[in-house]
């Protein structure tokens, strides 16, 4: 994490935010389960992947497992720091708000 967090628009989208926590949390994952977990579309998943490879995010790997296509994917050094420094960014942003209240605190 950088000493100023560092709010990324690129990992914000919801779809890419969703996928790039699902990234941090492994090693490297395969595209179906990728997939499913995020329920989409493979051109839809196809579509962030290559996005956040484009910025240097994502690693993609393409194999074969007998002659079926396997591909994976996982986040780059880069793609990790920027994730942490969102998240630290995002946590600044709600700190400054004030949400740290219980949510039986709030009054409609």
Do not use: N
């Amino acid at each position: 994490m950088s000493d100023t967090p560092i709010f990324d628009e690129l990992i914000h989208a919801p779809t890419r935010l969703s996928l790039v926590s699902l990234l941090a949390a492994t090693e490297w994952a395969e595209f179906k389960f990728l997939r499913d977990s995020l329920a989409l579309s493979d051109s839809a998943l196809s579509k962030q992947l290559t996005t956040l490879e484009d910025a240097g995010y994502v690693e993609i790997r393409k194999s074969f497992v007998g002659k079926r296509p396997r591909t994976s994917a996982r986040l780059t050094e880069l793609g990790r720091q920027a994730f942490a420094d969102h998240v630290a960014a995002l946590q600044q942003i709600v700190a400054r708000a004030g949400l740290a209240v219980l949510p039986d605190q709030v009054t409609h």
